[in-house]
């Protein structure tokens, strides 16, 4: 059985200090997007907390990058940051 890629790390949450689970690349998001908008990775998480529907606190973050990096992918944001259109394979 192959270990486990998920990297266990503490935050200070909503409801005082509190361990996530998630992939490398996650985290790396998350801290990505911790830099881009000013904020510690436990202001993040108690935003995140905050605004979320009902469910786990690791869901929620997964879905918040998610939600983050997709709307920064519209063609909106693209334009925003500077990107042009992906050119499709001939």
């Not at 689970?21 to 911790?34: G, M, N, Q, S, V």
Request: with cysteine; glycine share 10%; charged share 25%.
């Amino acid at each position: 059985m192959k270990p486990s890629r998920l990297v266990n790390r503490n935050v200070i949450a909503g409801r005082g200090r509190t361990s996530m689970r998630l992939e490398p690349e996650l985290w790396d998001a998350l801290h990505e997007i911790c830099w881009r908008e000013g904020l510690a990775i436990g202001q993040l998480v108690r935003r995140v907390e905050r605004d979320a529907s009902p469910g786990g606190r690791t869901s929620a973050v997964r879905v918040f990058a998610l939600t983050y990096f997709r709307d920064a992918a519209t063609e909106d944001g693209h334009a925003a940051a500077g990107h042009g259109k992906l050119q499709q394979p001939a």
